[in-house]
């Protein structure tokens, strides 16, 4: 089974960027849909976007939609998404998670799941 790895979170100043990677462990990652999940203190994990198997398809909720990026290198076993213009709001631990059955914006949809990044937002 997959094992997904995510970094490069950190503490951004308001409008600011990172790129966060999401690599794979144990097997390729190509025959998985990938998404990314965020979970802020003392809410609900929520979706923040997805990519298919191939990176043809991909989604973003509305709130990240013109700020952030979801891509692969089925090449280099990862996967990124690529956060600018960062706000406060965005402050949470950040998911990768993977399934062979397709993307889904919810948790449950997803069976490999990452750690978590932390990426804080400061005013």
């Known amino acids: 089974q997959v094992q997904p790895v995510e970094s490069g979170g950190g503490l951004v100043q308001a409008g600011g960027s990172l790129r966060l990677s999401c690599a794979a462990s144990?097997?390729?990652?190509?025959?998985?849909?990938v998404g990314w999940f965020r979970q802020a203190p003392g809410k609900e994990r929520e979706f923040v976007a997805a990519?298919?198997?191939?990176?043809?398809?991909?989604y973003s909720v509305d709130s990240v939609k013109g700020r952030f990026t979801i891509s692969r290198d089925n090449a280099k076993n990862t996967v990124y998404l690529q956060m600018n213009s960062l706000q406060p709001e965005d402050t949470a631990v950040y998911y990768c998670?993977?399934?062979?059955?397709?993307?889904?914006?919810?948790?449950?949809?997803?069976?490999?799941w990452g750690q978590g990044t932390q990426v804080t937002v400061s005013s």
């Open positions: 998670a993977a399934d062979q059955a397709g993307w889904g914006t919810r948790p449950s949809e997803y069976d490999y």
């Open positions: 144990g097997r390729t990652f190509n025959n998985y849909a």
């Open positions: 990519i298919s198997t191939s990176g043809h398809t991909s």
